[in-house]
C-alpha cells in the first residue's frame, strides 16, 4: 500500500527564509505527487503537482525517485504563506483517490 | 458558479445517535469523496463513490456509510456515533479535466 510521510507537524521560519517542506512517500510504482494548501479558513486547494513542472506562488516541487521523496521549496518566505500543507500521491488508475500525508503547518514570522 | 457545499458546518451530536452529513456539488463531477481530518492523521479517506449507484470503502470506513442516488450528492451517514468519530469532516468532487480534486468547507462534528 502507498504511504506519503511529512515529518515536521510544525515548521516556523522568519519571513524572507527560506522554507522546504518535506514530503516522503513509499509506492513501488510510479505515482503522482500534489501538494495542497489549507490558508486560515479557507478551503483545502491544490497548490502544485509534479507533471506540472511549475512554479505556484514561488513555491517549487521536484520529484526525485531515487529518494522516493517530493519536497516543497520556497527560496523567501512571506507572511501570506502561512498554512497547512499536505503532500499527497496518487496511483496508477486510481487518478482521483488521494493518499494525504500528515500535513505540515508553517508559519511565517516577522 | 458550480460549486461544493457541505451541511451542516458544525453540529454537536450525543453518542449513539445518527447523523448524517450532506455534501452537494454542482459540477456534475463522477467520483466523490469523504475525508476526516485529525491533528496527527492528516486526511485520511472514508468512503469514495466513482458514479450513480457505485460506493466503496476507504481507509477508516468503520462506523459510517454513503449513498450516491445521483450525482450531484453523496451523504456521509454515522449510524451510531461515538467520540472517536469527533472531527473535521471534508467532501471532495474530482474534476477529470483538470485532474483535480474540489473540497468542500468542511463540517465540524463534536459527538459527546
Known amino acids: 500500500a502507498q504511504r506519503v510521510t511529512q515529518p515536521e507537524k510544525l515548521l516556523s521560519v522568519f519571513k524572507g527564509a527560506p522554507v522546504e517542506l518535506k514530503c516522503n512517500y513509499s509506492y513501488s510504482g510510479s505515482p503522482e505527487l500534489f501538494w495542497y494548501v489549507q490558508y486560515s479558513r479557507q478551503r483545502l486547494q491544490l497548490l502544485l503537482r509534479?507533471?506540472s513542472r511549475e512554479s505556484i506562488k514561488g513555491f517549487t516541487a521536484d520529484l526525485n525517485k531515487g529518494e522516493t521523496s517530493f519536497h516543497l521549496k520556497k527560496p523567501f518566505a512571506q507572511e501570506e504563506d502561512s498554512a497547512m500543507y499536505y503532500c499527497?500521491?496518487?496511483?496508477?488508475?486510481?487518478?482521483?483517490?488521494?493518499?494525504f500525508g500528515t500535513g505540515t503547518r508553517l508559519q511565517v514570522t516577522l | 458558479d458550480a460549486e461544493i457545499t457541505q451541511s451542516p458546518r458544525h453540529k454537536i451530536t450525543e453518542t449513539g445517535r445518527q447523523v448524517t452529513l450532506a455534501c452537494h456539488q454542482t459540477w456534475n463531477h463522477n467520483n466523490m469523496f469523504w475525508y476526516r481530518q485529525d491533528l496527527g492523521h492528516g486526511l485520511r479517506l472514508i468512503h469514495y463513490s466513482y458514479g450513480v449507484q457505485d460506493t466503496n470503502k476507504g481507509e477508516v470506513s468503520d462506523g459510517y456509510s454513503v449513498s450516491r442516488s445521483n450525482t450531484e450528492d453523496l451523504p456521509l451517514t454515522l449510524e451510531s456515533a461515538a467520540s472517536s468519530q469527533t472531527s473535521v469532516y471534508f467532501c471532495?468532487?474530482?474534476?477529470?479535466?483538470?485532474?483535480?480534486?474540489?473540497f468542500g468547507e468542511g463540517s465540524r462534528l463534536t459527538v459527546l
Open positions: 509534479h507533471i
Open positions: 499527497a500521491l496518487t496511483t496508477t488508475g486510481t487518478a482521483s483517490k488521494l493518499t
Open positions: 471532495a468532487s474530482f474534476d477529470e479535466g483538470a485532474g483535480e480534486l474540489f
